[in-house]
């Protein structure tokens, strides 16, 4: 461990490598390719036991490697060198696969460090992101990733329909099906983002043959046309919009105690649902990603005028994946958060970070009537298993289960190892109505 007080000089048999892939990178060229970076910037890597550090130097189109001194970087990204120690394993364990996992907001590691000019550090996000994977792959070997077979048939049908829900009003929602079985089930996507996440989900062949599936974009979001209840980039989400909205979704479509899903504040509202499930009309719940309350210190770098939010929304959530996850699939989440509307995200995020609190009230779900199934990955630094077993704990009858190679976003990161995880939920909550529907008709005769 003592090789990493040296960040440099741990990884001095690779610099000749990293010179390599810095040159010959795609994704880097993409992301440096522009006529607006009309000087050189520098920015640094180092151990918090020593000052020297790796600087990377970028110009219009290209990326070179050298050490040097803090002080001619703009920006520096710092960590103990036992933190480095587990970055640079083959595959890390969770939350040490991203320095957003180190740097961690909710989950505070003391000596992880952004040193010199934060903004410029958020400017730069997707590259410093970018090249510190490929120190990773230079010093590691390239990640190896999960494989999945490619699609070449698809089976989703969408649509539009109008909805009036509480605080959004009349709005013109988009949404998808697919699937024949028995059991319906809707999707919620997770914050700034939309049902894209769930295609591989519900193109599976498992969940088409059990399940009649349904996923809607929140107004304002993918494809579905903004709330004329918010000026542009003054959205923001609330369990009474949130809850309200499902239930209409639910009511709309005339479905029958659906089975509600969702991923992050997907997740929160999959538990207020709980609570509320006479409301919606649902007859279970699977959060994915969810806990009662999260108290996470808020930046504002998702709703900046300084920064560019294609950028640095989806390198923020970009880390929170499993570093084994398919790159194709990455890389459609990085497309979805690029893609959305501006101030959608942070206004997510006000519902998610704080504004769902449901620790008074989640022990008063009957589990018997809205059964509970949570799910999380492990590489989730914003919401740990730890998170969401603690609160199922709190719920009498509820069940949880932590997902070993996933991350915050399961159903997309790797759709065919999420999807039995999810079937086990699914037999759980129909197991459950079943037993109850039993009971029932037992204390009737």
């Known amino acids: 461990m003592s090789s990493w007080s040296d960040l440099p000089g741990a990884l001095k048999g690779s610099l000749d490598k990293l010179s390599e892939l810095l040159q010959s990178d795609g994704q880097l060229k993409a992301f440096t390719t522009s006529g607006a970076i009309d000087k050189p910037t520098t920015f640094g890597y180092k151990s918090s036991d020593s000052d020297n550090t790796l600087l990377i130097t970028v110009t219009n189109g290209s990326a070179e490697a050298k050490t040097g001194s803090s002080k001619d970087a703009l920006f520096t990204l710092s960590a103990l060198p036992e933190q480095w120690d587990k970055f640079f394993k083959d595959v890390p364990v969770a939350p040490y696969q991203s ?12 000596g992880i460090e952004v040193q010199g000019d934060q903004t410029a550090m958020a400017h730069w996000t997707h590259v410093w992101r970018r090249v510190l994977e490929l120190v990773h792959d230079a010093h590691c070997g390239p990640m190896k990733e999960d494989e999945q077979v490619e699609p070449t048939e698809d089976y989703l049908t969408g649509r539009y329909v109008f909805l009036e829900a509480p605080i959004w009003g009349k709005t013109k929602i988009f949404y998808e099906t697919s699937g024949g079985g028995k059991q319906q089930i809707v999707f919620l996507h997770t914050a700034g983002s939309d049902g894209r996440q769930y295609h591989g989900v519900m193109n599976d062949e498992r969940m088409r043959k059990r399940c009649t599936m349904y996923c809607f974009d929140l107004p304002g979001h993918g494809r579905s046309f903004p709330s004329q209840s918010y000026y542009p ?8 919009s949130y809850v309200g909205l499902i239930a209409a979704f639910v009511k709309r479509l005339g479905l029958r105690r659906p089975i509600i899903c969702g991923a992050s504040m997907a997740g929160q509202v999959c538990l207020a649902v709980a609570i509320r499930h006479k409301e919606v009309g649902a007859g279970g ?9 999260l108290d996470m210190e808020r930046n504002w770098y998702d709703r900046s005028p300084y920064v560019n939010q294609s950028l640095f929304n989806p390198e923020w959530v970009y880390g929170m994946m499993s570093p084994t996850a398919p790159l194709a699939n990455k890389q459609l989440i990085w497309h979805l958060y690029s893609g959305q509307a501006y101030g959608m995200f942070h206004g997510d995020l006000d519902f998610y970070f704080g504004g769902w609190d449901g620790r008074s009230r989640v022990a008063s779900i009957d589990t018997n009537s809205c059964p509970v199934f949570m799910l999380t990955g492990e ?17 009498p009858g509820a069940k949880h289960k932590a997902m070993p190679g996933l991350g915050h976003f399961p159903a997309t990161e790797n759709p065919a190892k999420f999807v039995p995880h999810l079937l086990e939920a699914i037999d759980h909550i129909q197991s459950v109505r079943s037993e109850a529907l039993s009971t029932m008709r037992l204390g009737n005769d």
């Open 99 to 110: 320095y957003w996992g180190m740097f961690g907001m909710n989950i505070k590691q003391q």
């Open 285 to 293: 719940t699977i959060p994915l990603q969810g806990s009662e309350y």
């Open 233 to 240: 980039g003054a959205h923001t989400n609330t369990e009474d």
């Open 379 to 395: 590489y989730d630094w914003s919401n740990t298993p730890d998170m969401s077993q603690k609160t199922a704990d709190k719920i």
